[in-house]
C-alpha cells in the first residue's frame, strides 16, 4: 500500500513537494485518493504571521482535479490554522491550495492518462481482492460473510461477485 502511494504522488503531482498522499482506496469504480500538504504551517493571508496551530480540517474535492470518467476521485485535505497574531482581524484562514489546483487544470489531458497508468497500478491490488472474495465464497461463506470478513461494503463484495478478473473491474461499465 506504501508503495502504492508513493507512485501516485509521483503520477499526481510530480513537481509538488509539499503534497503527500495518505491513503488510496480503490473500491470497485473508485480509486479514492486522498492527499494533504505537509507543510508544518502556513501563513495568515491577512497578517501574514505563520501559524502551525491547526483548527481543524475538511475534504476537498478540486473541481479541476484530475478525474478518469468518475473512477478516481482526488480529495484534499485542507487545514485551517489559527492566526496567533493578536493584532489580526482574522481568527482563522484556510490553507493555500489555489495554485496547486490551478495546475491541475494545465495538465489535464496529460493527467488522464496518467490516471489510466494509476488504474493499471492498482489493478494488482485489486486482483488480490478479487481473489480473496472468490476463494471465500469457494469455501461456502456467505456474501455478508464474506463483507464482514474483509472489511469490504455490500456493494463491493457484490460487484467482485460478479466479476471473473480484475480487468473487468476496470473496463466493465
Ligand atoms: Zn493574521
Known sequence: ???????LKELLFPSIADIEVLSVDVDIEIVRVDAQCTTVGAACPACEVWSTRVHSSYLRFPADAPSAGRSVVLQLRVRRFRCGNTMCTRRTFVEQISGLTRRYGHRTERLRSTLAAVGLA?????AARLAAVHALLKAGH???SV?????????TVKQFADVATPEELFTGQ
Do not use: H, P, V
Open 122 to 126: 492498482l489493478a494488482g491490488q485489486a
Open 147 to 155: 463483507q464482514r470478513q474483509l472489511g469490504m461494503s455490500w456493494r
Open 142 to 144: 456467505s456474501r455478508r
Open 1 to 7: 500500500m506504501e508503495e502504492a502511494a508513493l507512485r
